[in-house]
Every structure is written in C-alpha cells, then in structure tokens.
C-alpha cells in the first residue's frame, strides 16, 4: 500500500550515505534527473546527458576570442611553455579547439579516439560529426599548471558569413557546449581590434546564460599610451553592453599577457595589479570546483523542469484526428505567449526558460503528439530535489573546502608571481635587514658589480626593493623577474651578494636574448661561494 514511500526513503538514503559533493551530485543526476530528461526528450532540444567524466574532471578554463588576440600566447604564459600542437603568428593560427591537459608525456591524441575515452569528458562532442572531430585535439603534457586545471584554446575568430559557413560544423553550437562545462570563460581583446564580428557576437550570445563564468581581458594593452588605453577601454565596455543585455558591469582585466618585455611600461603597476586579481581568480577554480558543478546541476534541473512543462503543454493543446498541422504552426507562432502562460501558472522565473526564437526553429522538425504528457510525480521529485537533495550537499561543499584549503593552481606564471619582492602589494623594506671565484657568469661579472654597487649595497647585499626597482627597468613581466628572483636568491635570505646580483642579472639577459628560463638552477650557475651550501642542503 505504501510502495512509494519506500522508494523515496531508499533515494533519501543514497544522498545520506555520500561523502563527497561529486558523488552526492553523480547519484542525485543518475536517479531523479536523467530519468526526466529523458522521458520529455530533453536531449532532443537542448545538451546531451551528463557521464561520470563531466562531474569527475578538473576545472576547465575556455579561451575565445577573435584572431591573433594572443589566445594561444595566453596560455602559453600560464604554462611557461609550449604546448604540443600550439603555433603562434599574426594570420588565423589556431584551426582547431586544443584540450590542453595534462599527461605523463608531452603527445597529442586526436579528436575521433578523444571522444571513445570514458575517463573524458569530450565524449558528447561526438554529436558534431567528423567536421569537428577532425579539427579537435588533445595536447597533453607534465606541467604543474595542469595538474589542476585544463585549458581549452580554440580557433580565432574571423568577420564575414564566408568563414561561418567554411567550418563545416556549428562553431557556436560547439562552444555553447564546452561553456556549460567549463568553470571559467576567458574572452580575449586586443587594444588594436575592438570589432566585434557577427561570428564573434553570436559566440558570445550563446554564452549568454553563463555570464557569472566570463572574464574578459583586454590583452596587448603595453602597446598603446595611458590615454588611449582609456579610450579603447571605454570603447570596450561600449562594445560589449551592446551584445552582453546584464546590468552589472562585466569585470574586464587589463595587461599583456606574454613574456617579453612592455613595450610602453607607463602602465606597468596596474598591469601587475590586475594580472594578480586575474591570477587569484583563476588560482581559486579547484577550491570552487564542487561548488560551480552544484550550481550548473540546479541550472540544468531548472531548465529540465522548463521543458517538461512546454512539452507536456503543446501535447495538451494537440487535436487528436483533424488539423494537426495547422493547430502546430499556431502554437509555434505563438511560443511567446506559452511561454509566459507556463510562467504565471507554475511561478516560474523567466529567466529559466530557453530562447524562443530557437525553441520555435527546433519545434518545427517535431511531431507534438508524440510529445509526453505531464507526469506530476516526477515533477513533485524533481521539486523535492531542487528544494531539499541540493540543499543537503550545501554542508559537503563546505566541509570539503576546508579539508583542502590549500587546493590552488601551482607552477607556471602563478608561482613567477608570488617570488621574493614580486609578490604585489608588499610593503617596501620588508626584504631590507650578509661572501666571491669562477663560474660561467665570470666573464662579464665586472659588468654587473658596477650596476650592484651604484645600488648602494649595506654589508654587501641589496635588498629587495632595490633589486626590484633595478631589475623592473628590463620591462619583463612581474611573473619571469619573480622567478628569475627565485632562481637567484640562493640561499633564501630575502636579499641579493654580488654573486647573486650577477646570477639574476645573467638570467635576466638570457630571457631578454629569447631563451627560456630553468625550472630549477643547474650546478653551472650555482655561484661558487654557495655551491657547498647548495650541496649541504641536496
């Protein structure tokens, strides 16, 4: 007699049985989510089913933007290196949507073996068909950044039909999709090309319910004087109120994200400043990893419920023999109208319902009587989900968040950084408070001790203020001097000997002559007068 409730008490169990807000979300999707989805065809209309791979991977980062706006170089500074696969120039570059991941081995797994892997969550993709699938690749590679988050770099994109046409596949369709997964959405300007083409403005458009995701940089901004800066900043803002319809001002970071040095280094303090907010932002996506896939599931649940009622509507106003068709098109006609119909009648917000005009191009290759019926008990299910399953995952969420306190993105620029007197907003004199024989930089060591003692050095170092101001002058970004600091600061005193001044000055004419920097300071460049203590420590 009572069956029911003993079905409601074994999926109460389930959620009082997990430990872990991903399993908690993988259970709750599995036995009260899909089962609707797919009974009002949920997948037909919108994005397909979730897999355990969508809740089990890292935090994503998606880079869009038009091309040779320095998306590839972006990600590039983040890792301090190259990915494979990645090539970088003035004309469209990028042709294909690169997953960067990370893997035991630098290789790249290409698009139609990526969507048979279960353990990623690319499988869905498979829907786009071979057009996509050939212009879709996996770089994988051992970087620390990666060990925490992935970054997605995809094609530029161009003005004019011809190249929307071109693709083959539904560029905006591809990255709806990738935008409801990911946790962070960077879009890329540069201070040269504000245009935002009809491509460009569809992209962001099906971006639109996903705005709380989006960062925007205006990326190449040492190129152009203070008061052009702030022209093409306003221009920027002007731009995108026009396509983003949101009354709060969309948060837009200003710098030049790469490795070589500012071109004009007027603005250089607030390029630090907003590349350390940019940096925290993304530094904090794992600690807020459970938490965003909570909120995209009660997202996905409301949208589900939305279309549960449009179905179960239009199936109700059907006629059962004569004038079905016509009865059709009178009903997508007037989506609009049902559309706020259902919304009186349920209390439902407007903003959970999906957009018309794209409703009514799907609506029309369907036959509404096949449409299901309103099933009030799955939609009481659905409800009790929304309103007490999620709510018991809340105290997880922050239980797990202080286990891990310390889950950050590490390596890369985010740790260049966060070196010595780098570290932005320090207090000068913090670094303020105490030995010389040969050893690659000899050479030119003279060169450099004139430089160190016109600096002024107590008890033979310098500080870190004084380092910084001299070292500042190469316009290299905070990120490369911090670890050229870290690399020179060799026995971790906070200040900088001779030796040690020569060392970062070395490094720093190194980066400056397009090599690259070691993670780690070979035997070679140890100055001799530290080597016992380096030896001492290993």
């Known amino acids: 007699m009572f069956s029911w409730m003993k079905k409601n008490e074994k999926k109460e169990e389930v959620i009082e049985k997990v430990h872990t807000v991903t399993q908690g979300l993988k259970d709750l999707y599995k036995s009260k989510l899909l089962p609707l989805e797919e009974f009002y065809r949920f997948h037909d209309f919108h994005t397909p089913s979730l897999e355990d791979a969508d809740f089990d991977n890292k935090p994503m980062i998606l880079v869009v933007g038009q091309y040779s706006t320095g998306k590839t170089t972006f990600i590039q500074y983040l890792l301090e290196e190259d990915f494979p696969g990645s090539r970088v120039g003035p004309e469209p570059t990028t042709d294909s949507f690169i997953a960067v991941m990370h893997g035991d081995q630098d290789g790249v797994v290409p698009g139609n073996a990526l969507v048979v892997d279960p353990k990623k969550p690319f499988r869905k993709l498979n829907a786009f068909g071979n057009a996509f699938l050939n212009r879709f690749n996996c770089a994988q590679l051992p970087n620390p950044v990666l060990e925490s988050i992935s970054i997605i770099d995809t094609p530029g994109i161009l003005s004019g039909e011809k190249q929307r046409i071109s693709r083959g596949y539904d560029f905006a369709a591809v990255l709806e999709w990738f935008a409801e997964r990911v946790d962070r959405i960077i879009l890329l300007f540069d201070a040269h090309k504000l245009d935002i083409s009809d491509e460009f403005s569809e992209v962001i ?316 300071l070979p035997g070679y460049l140890v100055p001799p007068s530290k080597r016992r203590q380096v030896g001492s420590a290993d």
């Open 205 to 520: 458009k099906a971006m639109k319910n996903h705005e709380d995701k989006i960062r925007v940089v205006l990326n190449k901004a040492d190129q152009i004087h203070t008061q052009q800066l702030m022209r093409v900043y306003g221009a920027l803002m002007w731009s995108l109120g026009k396509i983003i319809n949101t009354p709060e001002v969309i948060r837009v970071y200003i710098g030049s994200f790469w490795s070589e040095p500012l071109l004009i280094s007027e603005n250089r303090k607030l390029f630090e400043l907003e590349e350390q907010d940019l940096f925290q932002d993304l530094q904090n996506l794992p600690r807020n990893a459970a938490l965003r896939k909570l909120n995209d599931l009660v997202k996905r649940a409301r949208l589900v419920r939305v279309h549960a009622y449009i179905m179960s509507y239009l199936k109700k106003e059907m006629p059962s023999v004569f004038r079905k068709e016509t009865k059709k098109k009178q009903l997508i006609a007037r989506l609009g109208e049902i559309f706020r119909n259902i919304q009186l009648e349920h209390h439902i917000s407007p903003g959970d319902f999906p957009e018309c005009e794209k409703m009514q191009e799907q609506l029309r290759v369907h036959d509404f009587t096949k449409f299901p019926a309103l099933k009030p008990k799955m939609m009481e299910e659905l409800d009790h989900m929304l309103t007490f399953d999620v709510a018991k995952l809340m105290p997880l969420v922050r239980q797990e968040e202080k286990e891990m306190p310390e889950q950050m993105v590490h390596g890369g620029a985010f740790d260049g950084s966060s070196n010595g007197p780098f570290i932005e907003g320090v207090i000068d004199g913090i670094f303020e408070a105490g030995e010389d024989d040969e050893w690659v930089v000899t050479k030119d060591k003279p060169k450099y001790d004139e430089i160190f003692y016109n600096l002024s050095p107590t008890d033979g170092k310098i500080n870190g203020v004084k380092a910084k101001n001299w070292m500042i002058t190469t316009k290299l970004p905070n990120s490369v001097l911090g670890k050229i600091w870290k690399l020179s600061d060799v026995d971790k005193d906070g200040m900088l000997d001779d030796e040690e001044f020569a060392l970062a000055s070395h490094l720093i004419e190194v980066k400056l002559d397009g090599h690259g920097l070691p993670s780690e």
